[in-house]
């Protein structure tokens, strides 16, 4: 999921990114689900 602009959840897009690869001293998850909190949502819709 991928936000660029302010906006209600018209503005959450579902985008194919490279796989990312960790730096030195990070380390990398492998993530099978996960969610979006409405208060989240709610602040996407002020354009402060």
């Given at each position: 999921?991928?936000?660029?602009?302010?906006?209600?959840?018209?503005?959450?897009?579902?985008?194919?990114?490279?796989?990312?690869v960790?730096?030195?001293?990070?380390?990398?998850f492998?993530?099978?689900?996960s969610?979006?909190?409405?208060?989240?949502?709610?602040?996407?819709?002020?354009?402060?």
């Amino acid at each position: 999921m991928q936000i660029t602009r302010f906006g209600g959840l018209e503005v959450m897009d579902v985008v194919n990114l490279p796989d990312p690869v960790p730096g030195d001293g990070e380390q990398l998850f492998d993530i099978s689900s996960s969610g979006v909190n409405l208060a989240d949502t709610h602040q996407r819709l002020s354009t402060n």
